[in-house]
């Protein structure tokens, strides 16, 4: 049996030599989750044995790393904003950028919300219509609308997808964090009902002949209907910002990630179906990542 050094020494070779720049880090982040321990305890005690069990399942996630297996994928989680989600390979993983669409969102909810009644005073009277509605469309994991009612417990949360695999990972991030919210296998709007005064997505934005040039673990891992935009990148934000305002209340948002060279399409595409008030904010390395506007 081998030692937690030697496996620490043979995990950050063998993710070396497959080009992995992470490899130190990644190494002991697997045996981590392996043993149930963290680094500190391994430092400590890198001469007890392994088990032959734990050896081979710390070796087959090495092996799976180096074939460029999702690093997520392999824990099963993924960390966003202040709280951490259930992956696998039926949703995309989130993202660091993806947060500056939950902080846009947040700032909108922060002036809404002291004119609603809050989650308790909701549950004494049934489900309140004086309640701030959000949709997540294209919600995947479901890591965008769970984070604002997290921050916001008092807006009642709708999450669609449609793939009923994505919104079983949904499900599960709900009973994770304790947060109500009703899921719908949708089509874009085609099953959802009712009006909102916020609707947040992340829908798939790239260009259909650039998914091949992406990273291994993007392309070869990652659900292809999460990513595919159609030719421009494009398709999803011409259907969402069309049918957008049969299901918005007057003054209510629409939110949007975007790529970095999508900004001026997309507040053009928004112009053009009356939404004012458009902004655009940049993510943490300076790229425009978020485009919002209300009726």
């Given at each position: 049996?081998?030692?937690i050094?030697?496996?620490?020494?043979?995990g950050k070779?063998?993710?070396?030599?497959?080009?992995n720049e992470?490899?130190k880090y990644?190494?002991?982040?697997?045996l981590e989750?392996v043993?149930?321990c963290?680094?500190?305890?391994?430092?400590?005690?890198g001469?007890?044995?392994v088990?032959g069990g734990?050896?081979?399942?710390?070796?087959n996630l090495?092996?799976?790393?180096?074939?460029?297996?999702?690093l997520q994928?392999l824990?099963?989680?993924a960390h966003f904003?202040?709280?951490?989600?259930?992956v696998?390979e039926?949703?995309l993983?989130p993202?660091?950028?993806t947060?500056?669409?939950v902080?846009?969102?947040?700032k909108i909810?922060?002036?809404m919300t002291g004119n609603?009644s809050?989650?308790t005073?909701?549950?004494e009277?049934?489900?309140?219509?004086?309640?701030?509605?959000v949709l997540?469309?294209?919600?995947?994991?479901g890591?965008?609308?769970?984070?604002?009612?997290?921050?916001?417990q008092?807006?009642?949360l709708?999450?669609?997808?449609?793939s009923k695999?994505?919104l079983e990972v949904t499900?599960?991030n709900?009973?994770?964090h304790?947060?109500?919210g009703?899921l719908?296998c949708?089509?874009?709007?085609q099953?959802?009902?009712?009006?909102m005064?916020m609707?947040?997505?992340?829908?798939?934005?790239i260009?259909s002949?650039v998914?091949?040039t992406?990273m291994?673990?993007v392309?070869d891992?990652e659900?292809?209907?999460a990513?595919?935009?159609g030719e421009d990148?494009?398709d999803?934000?011409?259907?969402?910002?069309?049918q957008?305002?049969e299901y918005?209340?007057?003054?209510?948002?629409?939110?949007f990630e975007?790529?970095?060279?999508?900004?001026?399409a997309?507040?053009?595409i928004?112009k053009?179906?009356?939404f004012k008030?458009?902004?655009?904010?940049?993510?943490y390395?300076g790229?425009?990542?978020?485009?919002?506007?209300h009726l």
């Amino acid at each position: 049996m081998a030692t937690i050094r030697e496996l620490l020494t043979l995990g950050k070779e063998k993710l070396e030599s497959s080009g992995n720049e992470y490899a130190k880090y990644e190494r002991k982040v697997l045996l981590e989750e392996v043993l149930g321990c963290n680094y500190m305890y391994m430092l400590m005690n890198g001469e007890e044995e392994v088990s032959g069990g734990k050896e081979k399942k710390y070796l087959n996630l090495i092996e799976r790393r180096c074939a460029h297996a999702p690093l997520q994928y392999l824990l099963g989680y993924a960390h966003f904003m202040d709280y951490t989600f259930y992956v696998n390979e039926n949703v995309l993983i989130p993202r660091n950028d993806t947060e500056i669409l939950v902080e846009c969102a947040n700032k909108i909810l922060g002036d809404m919300t002291g004119n609603f009644s809050t989650e308790t005073e909701q549950e004494e009277k049934g489900k309140s219509e004086n309640s701030v509605q959000v949709l997540d469309l294209c919600c995947g994991t479901g890591c965008i609308g769970i984070s604002l009612k997290l921050y916001h417990q008092g807006i009642a949360l709708t999450l669609a997808d449609v793939s009923k695999e994505a919104l079983e990972v949904t499900k599960r991030n709900l009973e994770k964090h304790d947060v109500k919210g009703e899921l719908i296998c949708s089509s874009l709007f085609q099953k959802i009902t009712g009006k909102m005064d916020m609707i947040v997505s992340n829908p798939p934005y790239i260009e259909s002949r650039v998914i091949d040039t992406l990273m291994p673990e993007v392309k070869d891992h990652e659900p292809l209907l999460a990513l595919d935009g159609g030719e421009d990148g494009l398709d999803f934000y011409r259907k969402i910002t069309m049918q957008a305002p049969e299901y918005l209340n007057t003054g209510g948002w629409l939110l949007f990630e975007i790529g970095y060279n999508q900004k001026e399409a997309v507040l053009q595409i928004m112009k053009a179906q009356g939404f004012k008030d458009i902004a655009v904010k940049t993510d943490y390395a300076g790229l425009d990542r978020v485009v919002y506007g209300h009726l």
